[in-house]
């Protein structure tokens, strides 16, 4: 197995911090430079970097942010995560979501799957709506703090799409996915892995980030100027499709504050139809 290299840290956070004043005065050319030294420090990608160039539109938009990054990311915020986001940036989507799957497909379920499960928002939110709930997440902490939580039947520590493409155990009759998207650009593996996963007849709850359309433009998706992923509806409508989802509900919700400002995105509900998964 081949060595994983050194990082230097020190130089690593330097250049990093660096990059950050930089943008931060609007100097978005010498922004650049400094984040692509930073993947040159840190191939891996822990900070962030290629979604800071997209962001910036100095480099390519990734199918996804790096693992190691959302990894990083999660398991620092882990033990502020409720706070942070519920309290200071107004997410409700878990319960947002337990009520549109009451009004649209309202089960009961036997097997629920919480993919990108972070604290157990969404599995505390669902608990009575399904017999048995398995969760997993990118992040170890974030996976203990949600067993601290005590509503989960099973955990695991996996990336979604690995996960999800390689479950080989008892289908599930729901599958939710609340802020996971926001770290996707591409979702075509993530849909394909849910409909795989899925019985006939089952059920895919999710949300996603979007922007306006003078912002978004022609593109299926988008890095946004807070470092996550929004996507067009269109776009989502057509990768379900792809993966023999077909839409329930498609509707328009805040996804949470930012800097006092609303974030658009969309609630989505989908059930799987009979046709064989792609």
């Known amino acids: 197995m081949p060595k994983t290299p050194t990082i230097d840290e020190e130089a ?29 420090l840190d191939p891996d990608d822990h900070g962030g970097a290629a979604i800071r160039l997209a962001s910036l539109g ?9 693992d190691a990054y959302v990894e990083t990311l999660f398991d620092q915020h882990a033990e502020q995560f409720d706070r942070i986001l519920v309290d200071d940036l107004g997410y409700a989507i878990p319960l947002v979501t337990q009520r549109a799957l009451a009004e649209h497909a309202p089960g009961p379920y036997r097997r629920m799957l919480d993919i990108g499960c972070g604290t157990g928002l969404s599995g505390a939110a669902m608990r009575d709506m399904a ?53 996707l650009g591409d979702v075509i593996p993530l849909f394909s892995g849910v409909s795989a996963c899925l019985e006939s007849e089952g059920v895919f709850a999710f949300s996603c980030e979007t922007l306006p359309p003078d912002e978004l433009g022609n593109s299926d998706y988008k890095v946004g100027r807070f470092q996550r992923f929004a996507h067009g509806g269109a776009y989502i409508r057509k990768a379900l499709h792809r993966v023999n989802l077909d839409v329930l509900m498609l509707e328009d919700v805040t996804i949470r504050h930012e800097q006092g400002l609303p974030v658009p995105g969309y609630l989505v509900v989908a059930r799987r139809n009979g046709q064989p998964a792609l």
């Not at 100095?58 to 790096?66: E, F, Q, R, V």
């Not at 080989?168 to 009759?173: K, S």
């Open 12 to 40: 690593l956070a330097e250049t990093y911090n660096r990059a950050l004043r930089l943008e931060k005065t609007g100097d978005r050319t010498a922004a650049a430079t400094a984040y692509r030294e930073c993947l040159a």
């Open 131 to 183: 017999a048995h709930i398995t969760g997993f997440d990118l992040s170890e902490n974030m996976v203990a703090m949600a067993d601290d939580r005590g509503v989960y039947d099973d955990l695991y520590v996996g990336e979604a799409v690995a996960f999800a493409e390689t479950w080989d155990e008892e289908p599930f009759d729901l599958v939710v996915a609340t802020d996971v998207l926001p770290y």
């Open 58 to 66: 100095c480099g390519p938009t990734p199918g996804k942010a790096p």
